[in-house]
């Protein structure tokens, strides 16, 4: 379930999600987030995502966040241009 604050988080899991997607939250936030849906329902992957790059992915790992989904490795690839004869 993509939740955008820490209640949405917490009332998806309460009512069963298996994965809750924390989209477009402050590190900070995110990771307040991340704790107080482990703390109540620890089976619970919870996953972040929005405007996450790799120059800020460090600031979005930590201990109670088990996936990270980042846009930028295909809608921001550079373009190849190549051919293939057979």
Do not use: W, Y
């Amino acid at each position: 379930v993509e939740c955008s604050s820490a209640d949405e988080a917490l009332a998806a899991a309460g009512a069963g999600a298996d994965i809750v997607l924390l989209d477009n939250l402050a590190p900070q936030e995110l990771h307040a987030a991340a704790a107080q849906v482990k703390a109540t329902h620890p089976g619970v992957t919870v996953e972040a995502s929005g405007g996450i790059i790799l120059e800020t992915l460090p600031q979005f790992l930590g201990p109670h966040i088990d996936v990270v989904s980042m846009g930028c490795l295909t809608h921001s690839a550079p373009a190849l241009d190549f051919a293939l004869r057979v």
